[in-house]
């Protein structure tokens, strides 16, 4: 196997790590990462030998906005289907950092799993994301405050709507 | 010292937290920690979440991946995209605004030929920027057989502008069907995975100027230049579409007028 394909494979696991915790949905995290892999391993000649890491992150994202996107443009909403979620109610103390990352925009939930799972440097945030370090700056602020506040039960549990 | 010397921003508390900090930025940011308790009290807050989030998915990183996301197994077989049934759902949403436009159009002034134009290849990027396995007919390594069969085919020469400069490779190409016969269909990409689309094809309209529209979150630049009218369409919202559309109404602007034309 070739050097950038052996890099690419090295790179799956924290992908899915990754995938899991910002679509909150075991298949769907799957599925990006396996587009994420196919459109990697197709497009070897745009890859410039920089930061294979960020370029993976750079790429699952995207397609990660794509798929939102799309999603949003339907006309009925489908059930939240999360796999991940407790079966416990908000009444028996379970506001748990699943539900707390749900309350997060994309871009906020985005740099805030890039920098603490992924351990991703500002930097490399800034290039996934493609804006400033300010920007990443005050997305992960504002994320880390939202979290704060749901988790210690200043803010009502998001009422989903059928 | 004086006191302003000491004020900590949240951002730095922020940045202490994830190590980013110069090594003297650290020492103050401790400092201040240890008289100011609410801002001690945040920190930990913010560490406790990092730590749930970690617990809560840190394992997945020493899981096997399935089968299916092995790289050799991907490689060997040509695997179609996993969501591609999102594709098809977005195909039919824009069939369906495709026949809005039209009876639209019936009931109100008709649009130019350029419109038209840019309402087409508008729906051509929505339907095929997506596309992972298939986006193309023809890959970019064959540009000029590429670039010869689609000038066949539109009756005119068309060209697939040098966009390294905005950092984008050339993906490929496919005919399709355009307001006035067939028209060319250029797909470019950067490292990022965004993609920008060139569509041109032949038509009576006048020339122009570079003029925007947009669609949901797409942009593009469309003009009319010696009978060929072309759209450039791409994302709006990292702000290279303009750099990448003033680029290839450049190169096609300074191409030599063809004989007798």
């Not at chain 2, 824009?94 to 087409?120: M, N, Q, V």
């Not at chain 2, 965004?194 to 020339?207: A, I, M, P, S, V």
């Not at chain 2, 003029?211 to 072309?230: H, K, L, S």
Request: aromatic share 8%.
């Amino acid at each position: 196997m070739s050097e950038f394909r052996e890099r690419i494979e090295a790179a799956i696991p924290a992908l899915r790590r990754y995938a899991r915790a910002l679509t909150r949905d075991a298949e769907t995290a799957d599925d990006i990462v396996q587009d994420t892999l196919v459109r990697a391993l197709r497009s070897e000649h745009l890859f410039h030998g920089g930061d294979m890491r960020a370029w993976l992150y750079t790429i699952l994202t995207n397609l990660n906005r794509n798929r939102l996107r799309t999603l949003a443009r339907r006309p009925v909403l489908a059930p939240i289907k999360d796999s991940d979620a407790t079966t416990s109610g908000p009444d028996s103390g379970g506001r748990d950092i699943v539900r707390a990352l749900e309350m997060l925009t994309e871009e906020q939930r985005s740099a805030l799993l890039l920098v603490v799972l992924e351990s991703l440097t500002y930097r490399e945030v800034s290039e996934v994301q493609g804006v400033p370090i300010g920007t990443v700056m005050s997305r992960l602020a504002r994320a880390r405050n939202e979290l704060k506040a749901y988790l210690e039960g200043e803010r009502p549990l998001l009422r989903r709507v059928k | 010292m004086t006191d302003r010397d000491w004020i900590v921003t949240e951002d730095e508390l922020n940045a202490y937290v994830d190590d980013e900090l110069p090594a003297d930025r650290r020492s103050a940011v401790e400092a201040w920690l240890a008289t100011h308790p609410d801002d001690a009290a945040r920190v930990a807050a913010w560490r406790r979440q990092a730590d749930l989030i970690r617990e809560r998915y840190g394992h997945l990183a020493s899981e096997a991946p399935p089968a299916r996301l092995s790289v050799e197994r991907l490689v060997r077989r040509r695997y179609r995209p996993v969501l591609s049934a999102v594709a098809a759902s977005l195909a039919a949403f824009l069939i369906g605004g495709a026949a809005g436009w039209t009876a639209h159009s019936i009931h109100s002034e008709r649009p130019s030929e350029l419109t038209r134009f840019a309402s087409d290849a508008m729906v051509a990027y929505r339907l095929y920027a997506v596309e992972v396995r298939h986006p193309v007919e023809v890959t970019g390594d064959q540009r000029p057989h590429l670039v010869q069969w689609l000038s066949k085919r539109v009756g005119a020469p068309v060209q697939a502008p040098e966009l390294d400069k905005q950092g984008l490779k050339l993906v490929g190409g496919r005919l399709l069907p355009g307001p006035t016969g067939p028209s060319a269909f250029f797909m470019y990409e950067n490292p990022a995975g965004e993609r920008f689309t060139l569509y041109c094809g032949h038509t009576n309209d006048r020339e122009t100027a570079l003029r925007y529209t947009t669609r949901d979150q797409n942009g593009a630049y469309y003009w009319v230049d010696q009978n060929m009218a072309y759209v450039l369409s791409g994302p709006m919202e990292t702000g290279k579409l303009h750099e990448v559309a003033q680029a290839a109404y450049d190169q096609i602007d300074r191409q030599p007028v063809p004989q007798g034309g």
